[in-house]
């Protein structure tokens, strides 16, 4: 089967079948409107008294002591950042291979990022490069568990506990994934994790807090919650100047998220269990092929992907006579996989904003505004982050476990790699540059 002709070059394509709601998220139903409907019914929009509830149901369902709504993932993460003391000339140690709102809002703080390499197996912080990041002012490390792979918190936890940091969690592509045992966003000091329409868990624009440490929570709300900043504030520190926050900022949640997040969050264990089994059956049909390898943790390890929100797979162009990534992918999509790209996020380190961009008006570079040394000199000792682009592809996020369905996109990828001989006649290479933060955007444009 999988020596029939490829779709580019007029064979019949591998994706036969409509993909009708296989990939819809996230489900509404009748429930979701109905919650929403109440919320405006009520003129409850603003306020707090739904997303107090929705904070409760999220405090069970990771089993942990406080939980914080935030209007995004992005603000969450920054009230992370602060709830941890991070401010002016402090550092954070974040990937470079990540989505932006991980770390850039630390320059709102003062304080700078320097990034740590990733792991070319997980595509998280590698823990053997955290050491080489860290001065007597880095505050905290920020570990992303990248779509869906859970980084390696056993080490990531030893090293910050040495030097006496903080670890946040960014949770935002990993709802429901589970580290030994424990929850993802529950092993670090604190937690951030966006929950905005396009992640696995999705709410619509909202973000979640989560932490056992009250300070911590204390000072996210001193920052942006106003209207809790009141006497129930127990940080002496804090406790003189309650009424006004603290940022400036307002970050509440709008309550038609809230309500919502209620639904999605009780259905979401059971809906993440169709994905999981969807996707790690997609990989068991790929196990054999030549250049193509799983990223999820391996079986017995005791670790579990979380929602596998933009979900990625290795590619070893070794093996298929060196076929650029470029290639291959054009070949999956015209056999029906329409998302089918290379590449991940560009690299942090290689946007302007991290290397020359003055946004505070300090008269030199915000990334080295207020630090004691020039982190970005750091940033030439990242090789894996600088290759990973072209040793990566997206798969198809299947929402349901539907096998003769899933049998056909895994069959696209398989008939593209088992080809490459074919493929490598007409190969031109890959371009400069791979992935984007906003990839799906940015490479169809190109295209078109
Ligand atoms: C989406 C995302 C965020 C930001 O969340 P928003 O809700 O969009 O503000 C932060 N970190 C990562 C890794 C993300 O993918």
Redesign the pocket.
Known sequence: MSSEELALFGGTKAVATEQGDLFTWPIITQEDEEAALDVLRKGAMSGIEVTEQFEADFRDWLGMDYALGFN????A?LAAMYGCGVGVGDEIICPSI??W??CTSAYSLGATVVFADIDPVTLCMDPKDIERCISERTKAIVV?HYVGHPAAMDEIMAIANKYQVKVIE?V??AHGGIYKGKKLGTIGHVAGM???SG?ALAVG???MLVTRDREIYERAIALGHYERYDQRIETKSLQPFIELPLGGYKFRMHQLSSAVGRVQLRHYDARHEQISLAMNYFWDLLEDVPGLRAHRPEKGSGIYMGGW?AARGHYVPEELGGLSITRFTEAVRAEGVEDCYPGCNIPLHTHLLNKTADVYSHGKPTRIATSHRDVRQLDSRLPVTEGISARLFTIPWFKHFRKSEIEQYANAYRKAALNYERLLESDQGNPSLLGGWNMFAKLKKKEA
Not at 72 to 75: D, Q, R, V
Request: without cysteine; hydrophobic residues 30%.
């Open positions: 995004n993932g992005t603000n993460l990540t989505y709102a991980s992303v960014d935002s592509h966006s929950m905005m992640k624009e909202a973000g929100y």
